[in-house]
């Protein structure tokens, strides 16, 4: 069963906080924050989620991890309202495993965790009104500028992936109001409606959606209401494709509209969606489903954990060339073919096939399994074995990883019944202790007259 | 204050964060080894030539202050806080004290509403001031012995479209000059933005890695040179003109309504600027450019 227990959506401009009895829209919506608190009370929620389209981010995304963010917030635009000081509890856990899992599908996604780090007026209405005694541990995400579709998909991923993960009955929080075109005068209070007639029209779409608990659907038309009724500060309208990832992309929520009402010409509404298995039923996809992203974001180079040393300094060291994730080390056998040494993707280390070929000489130590003329000629399946956990070892260490870090090994053999004794000997004296998963095949050959080649993948190290 | 009030000195005065990390000024949490010396040695020379002109406010306009409704003026006498960059918050967390001229300010915002202009006064002394307005004021005058006006950038860009901001930045220009004027006091005016904006999305591991430093795309290049080469031979009108194609195929960050409020305020300069710098910061593009009325040419002082 999913851990995700609820979403809400809720409006993130400040007057159902600050300001509720000056109009009885903003009190309406100020009763269903307040219905919709109870109903993170009552299913028992361990983590708030909060994705706020008031928090854009440039650089990837960005995910709240200080333990106990506090300070006096006063918005851009309606300060005159007044102050909010606030104080919140934030599972700092949880940010860590949500950036890592970011990190796995191919995003840039990196915590903060600074005294005074200006929380987004959005992120701090909700949890002021949704979790006044923080009560529940929450997490705040950021809402990427130029993130399109996939990329918010894949991001709302990675946050199921945390959930998932860390194991805690999680409600989703995202903070958005329907229609943005605010007014831009000052209204009084009295006067608030909704900018107009036709932004009204695709709220009343949006509200009957989601009252049916059809979250797919609506996430399949953020182009369109991006178009309709969105004011285009960023790329796309895209909280409903994160949520929607997030929840498992499907249509089946009880919906619940707590309140809708103007908030200075937007359309503030609060929703709540509670996962049923008998919900609205099956969503029909328009666009590609998308698990990873690989898209055009990459354009600095973030770097890798290897040190490039350079040769004409240190002429001793093995030279290390490193400037994407993957490494090629002149310490290690020249490869045979186009392919680096290693690959680094995401939190894991993909070396390419070793033999024991050596370095410099491309002498196989034990002897070719072959001569000058192909033919079979006598070999010492523990020296190359040997030489190949050798030279996975240089490989490892020029990544900045090490033999302890392998998790998972295939091994081939071309002479499995010959073989397999010595091989499965030399390997335990080294990874008997560190205890990868292995898998070892019989092959017709391998590209050199080798007997053993090892397959690895490792941790990147630390 | 018998004597008239004029702009003494208008600056582009960019505000990446990145510029105040790299300097390593004490209010700044981070420190940096090194990094984007074009534009802070570009900066050294504007300050170098501000220091022989006398002012007594500075006037800025920020893009990180954006207000949805109407133009804002801060309206409190004294500042003291920390700003987090929420971007760049591993580059930038700044404690800043700061003066502010509610005299002038207010004169403007009464000025504006006069002439039908949506403002308000911002008299909240919890709020906290822009990192735009601080990196710009920082880089201008690290001193801060001078006050500022801080004007908000109206979003009508967003709301509307790059016509109507500019139709709303050009008349506050107007309103800026004409307030100075009555207000007897010289001032240095700064609109903080960036030319071409489109930023990386990734960051390197070392952020003042300069081997990872360069524009984010070569259209954006030539569309920045191509606003300079107007600037530097006097064609203010020109660029004001070209604004809506520039901010739509180059992301220019002057969607904000900062640049057109200042050559506005200036009455759009044919004389030559100084021309100060130009460089990349995470992909975006940059130009320091300062504007001497007084001067004979227009460019520096000396
Ligand atoms: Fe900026």
């Known amino acids: ?462 | 204050m018998s004597e008239k009030g004029r702009i003494v000195a208008a600056a582009l005065a960019p505000h990446p964060p990145h510029l105040v990390y790299a300097e390593n000024p004490p209010q700044n949490e981070p420190s940096a080894e090194c990094g984007w010396e074009q534009l802070r040695w570009g900066y050294e020379k504007l300050r170098r030539d501000l220091a022989d002109i006398e002012f007594d406010t500075i006037v800025v306009l920020s893009p990180h202050w954006q207000t949805y409704v109407g133009t804002h003026f801060l309206g409190v006498p004294h500042f003291k806080s920390l700003s987090v960059d929420p971007v760049f918050p591993n580059l930038f967390r700044f404690h800043y004290e700061m003066d502010v001229d509610v005299d002038l300010a207010r004169m403007m915002h009464d000025e504006a509403a006069d002439n039908g202009l949506v403002v308000k006064m911002m008299e909240n002394p919890d709020f906290r001031v822009d990192y735009g307005t601080i990196v710009s004021c920082h880089l201008s005058n690290p001193s801060w012995d001078k006050p500022i006006v801080g004007i908000s950038s109206n979003r009508s860009t967003s709301y509307y479209s790059v016509e109507v901001m500019q139709e709303q930045a050009r008349e506050l220009g107007r309103i800026t000059r004409e307030a100075i004027e009555k207000s007897g006091k010289r001032v240095l005016l700064l609109a903080s933005n960036s030319l071409s904006h489109r930023h990386f999305t990734t960051e390197a591991s070392v952020p003042e890695d300069m081997s990872h430093e360069h524009i984010y795309n070569h259209h954006q290049y030539l569309w920045d040179m191509r606003v300079i080469e107007m600037l530097r031979s006097g064609k203010t009108q020109e660029v004001v003109d070209i604004m809506p194609e520039f901010i739509e195929q180059a992301v220019s960050e002057s969607d904000a309504g900062s640049f057109t409020w200042l050559l506005s305020a200036l009455d759009y300069p044919r004389f030559e600027p100084e021309f100060y710098a130009y460089g990349t910061v995470i992909g975006t593009g940059n130009a320091i450019f300062g504007w001497y009325p007084d001067s004979e040419e227009g460019g520096s002082p000396q």
């Open chain 1, 1 to 462: 069963m999913s851990t995700i227990v609820k979403g809400l959506l809720v409006p993130g401009i400040p007057h159902p906080l600050l300001a509720p009895e000056q109009n009885e829209g903003w009190q309406k919506l100020r009763d269903g924050f307040e219905a919709a608190r109870q109903e993170l009370i009552e299913c028992g929620a361990e983590l708030i989620l909060v994705y706020s389209t008031m928090w854009p981010s440039v650089i990837g995304h960005q995910i709240q991890a200080r333990a106990e963010p506090e300070w006096v917030h006063v918005d851009d635009v309606f300060h005159d309202l007044g102050s909010i000081p606030y104080k919140f509890k934030m599972d700092t856990d949880f940010a860590q495993t949500l950036q890592e899992c970011s990190t796995e599908r191919g995003l840039h996604a990196r915590t903060v965790d600074y005294h005074g780090f200006p929380i987004d007026t959005g992120s701090v209405v909700a949890l002021k009104l949704l979790n006044p005694d923080n009560t529940i541990p929450a997490c705040i995400v950021s809402s990427n500028v130029y993130a399109d579709r996939a990329e918010s998909v894949v991001f709302g991923k990675a946050a199921r992936d945390a959930i998932e993960r860390h194991g805690k009955k999680t409600a989703i929080v995202t903070v958005m109001t329907l229609s943005n075109r605010l007014f831009t005068e000052f209204i009084d209070p009295a006067d608030d409606a909704i900018h107009s007639p036709k932004d009204e029209e695709w709220n009343q779409k949006l509200l009957e959606f989601l009252g049916q608990g059809r979250l797919e659907d609506v996430a399949q038309l953020s182009r369109e209401v991006h178009r309709q009724i969105r004011v285009k500060k960023v790329v796309n309208f895209k909280p409903m494709w994160w949520m929607s990832a997030v929840m498992g992309q499907n249509n089946n929520y009880d919906g619940c509209v707590h309140a809708y009402a103007p908030l200075y010409g937007t359309g503030g509404a609060v929703i709540s969606l509670t996962p049923t298995p008998s919900g609205f039923g099956n969503k029909e996809f328009d666009e590609d489903d998308v698990e990873s992203f690989s898209g055009d974001r990459n354009v600095v180079d973030s770097g890798s954990k290897t040190q490039l040393e350079p040769e004409d300094t240190l002429p001793a060291e093995p030279t290390v060339h490193t400037s994407s994730p993957t490494i090629q080390t002149d310490a290690a056998p020249k490869p045979v073919g186009s392919y680096p040494h290693a690959r680094r993707v995401g939190d894991l280390l993909y070396l390419s096939g070793v033999g024991p070929r050596q370095p410099k000489t491309n002498d196989i130590p034990g002897g070719p399994i072959r001569d000058e003329n192909g033919d079979p000629r006598e070999y010492d399946i523990e020296a190359q074995t040997k030489a190949v956990i050798e030279n996975i070892r240089v490989i490892l260490e020029a990544s900045g990883s090490s033999l302890d870090q392998v998790v998972d090994i295939t091994a081939f053999l071309v002479d499995m019944d010959r073989d397999f004794a010595g091989y499965n000997k030399v390997y335990n004296e080294t990874f008997g202790s560190i205890q990868p998963t292995r898998t070892t095949l019989a092959i017709r050959a391998l590209p050199t007259p080798i007997a053993v080649e090892f397959k690895v993948v490792a941790l990147p190290g630390g």
